[in-house]
Every structure is written in C-alpha cells, then in structure tokens.
C-alpha cells in the first residue's frame, strides 16, 4: 500500500487520527497471529505468517495504515475524518458510508456505522463501545 505524505494543514488533525484509532485498537502484537481469515501483526495489520516486528515499526505500520483510510475522507470536516477513518480502519471501505457523508447526511452515516456491531452474529460490546465514540467524535 503506497500512501502520500500528509498536508500540513491536516497533521493536527491526522495525529488525532492516528491516536484515536490506537486508542481503539488497544492491543499491540510484535508476532504475526492468525486473524480471521489471514495473518496479522501489530494493531490489526495484515502480515505474513512468521513476521515479526518492534514497537517501532508497529508505530510505523499503524500510521501508514491509518493515512490510507485518511485519504479516502479528504474533503470532509476534521472530525467526521477522524470517525470514518477509526470506522474504515475496523470494517474496511464502505462506499455507502463514505457517500451519505459527502452528502452531509449524518443521519445515515451513524445509521450505517451502528449496522457494524456484531462478532459471531451478537452484539460486541466492544464493537458497539467503539461505534458510539466514532458518532460521538462526528458529532462534536
């Protein structure tokens, strides 16, 4: 994945993006570990099965990872970046979100991001936890 450097008018903003996504993404691991259906290392980042890394390079990996999801937000407000890019980073892309947001249409933003709270066909609570600070960031 090969990611720009981030606009000085947005570092600010893309530090708290960084470390908003690392509050949610508590757990840091410096050895690959079988997630799902791949392997990943670090705070959730895809690796290769015997990988292993420092702190250091997890920093790294976190931010590269987190400027990727960034970019796809530009042109929103500065906490409704932060939000999706938390939201892209746990789910994935989501179009459909990332469209009613360019909209302005917050309503069905939240609507969307509260669909994704579910871990083995039950509520997460940690899921559900991590979507209400997403909203809540969007509507600061």
Do not use: Q
Not at 9 to 26: G, I, R, T
Not at 96 to 112: C, P, Q
């Amino acid at each position: 994945m090969k990611v720009g450097p981030v606009k000085d008018e947005d570092s600010e903003a893309f530090k708290k993006a960084v470390e908003f996504v690392k509050k949610n993404e508590w757990t840091m691991h410096l050895t690959a570990y079988w997630d799902i259906n791949h392997y990943s290392i670090c705070h959730w980042v895809r690796s290769h099965k015997w990988e292993i890394t420092t702190a250091k390079d997890c920093e790294k990996r976190l931010s590269e990872r987190v400027k990727y999801d960034w970019d796809r937000t530009e042109g929103l407000k500065n906490n409704l970046r932060i939000a999706l890019t938390s939201f892209f980073y746990n789910v994935w892309f989501k179009s459909d979100v990332l469209k009613y947001a360019k909209r302005n249409d917050i309503a069905s933003v939240k609507y969307l991001m509260n669909k994704y709270i579910y871990c083995w066909w039950k509520v997460c609570r940690g899921l559900k936890t991590r979507r209400a600070g997403e909203i809540a960031m969007i509507i600061k």
